[in-house]
């Protein structure tokens, strides 16, 4: 029996999204995506669950992009919009979720694991690791989200330097321009990954998703409007019991217990 594409486990309220191809990378196919998709939606809705954290399996490859063997075999428009819409729906999926996410790059991340990785909030790197949009190498370019996402990250001269040229950049330069968070050992990758995901599920549920909200929708506003977006958002947080919990945990000297309330 073939091993499954996608394997999940919840530690401490951590949800852990394992892509588990590594005989091809965990390179993306239509199935691959249809299980990412249902993994995290199970995530999402789960109460034990309150970030998300994306890895690849094996030693290798975090996500090394589309699955091109299965590319090359599509013949046709129509064969390349399904795969193309459903790339898109998946990573929109993550990109918008309320749950904080966070990509744990263990290894390459080339092409559509690079556009994986920038739909999600926040990216700890592997030292060893390596991301590339490397789409141009192939005829191709980033269309997984990855034009218009690494515009939106870092200077625009250098996300289109990435994608004209397909380069590889380290994991330190990926944190120096701003494409991640920071560079760890590769032996301790993961247990730094679990480490921040963590102490984000110790926060409110409830207010990690207004202020994603808050984020996502200003970002896409002009200043004037996002200021008044987040006045009305911090309004709603201000009404919250978590609200009221841990300000007053804080006068009170203890600890914060958020209900998500």
């Known amino acids: 029996m073939n091993e499954p594409s996608i394997l999940t486990d919840v530690r401490n309220r951590v949800g852990i999204i394992t892509i588990n191809r590594p005989k091809v990378h965990n390179a993306l196919d239509i199935p ?40 090359n075999s599509r013949q046709g428009l129509a064969h390349y919009q399904e795969f193309a819409e459903d790339i898109h729906r998946v990573f929109r999926r993550i990109e918008v979720s309320d749950k904080p996410t966070i ?7 080339l092409g559509g694991g690079t556009e994986l990785l ?19 190498n192939l005829g ?55 480490a921040l995901a963590e102490q984000i599920a110790g926060k409110s549920p409830l207010v990690l998703k207004l202020l994603k909200r808050t984020l996502r929708d200003g970002a896409d506003m002009p200043l004037a409007n996002a200021l008044a977006h987040e006045q009305a958002m911090i309004g709603l947080v201000l009404d919250t019991r978590d609200a009221h919990e841990g300000i007053g945990a804080f ?3 203890r600890d914060a217990r958020f209900a998500g309330q």
């Open 32 to 71: 691959t995506l249809i299980e990412l998709e249902r993994a995290f939606a199970s995530l999402e809705a789960s109460d034990e669950c309150r970030v998300i954290v994306i890895t690849g399996a094996g030693e290798k490859s975090f996500v090394a992009g589309g699955d091109l063997a299965d590319l």
């Open 103 to 109: 990509a744990a790059v263990n290894g390459w991340a």
């Open 118 to 136: 920038l739909a999600m909030d926040l990216r700890i790197l592997a030292d060893s690791a390596m991301i590339a949009l490397t789409e141009i």
């Open 140 to 194: 191709l370019f980033p269309g997984a989200g990855g034009t218009q996402r690494i515009i939106r990250q870092v200077a625009p001269s250098l996300a289109k330097e990435l994608m004209f040229t397909g380069g590889r950049i380290s994991a330190d330069e990926a944190v120096r321009i701003g494409l991640a968070n920071r560079a760890v050992p590769k032996d301790q990758l993961m247990a730094q990954a679990l």
């Open 251 to 253: 006068l009170e000297k």
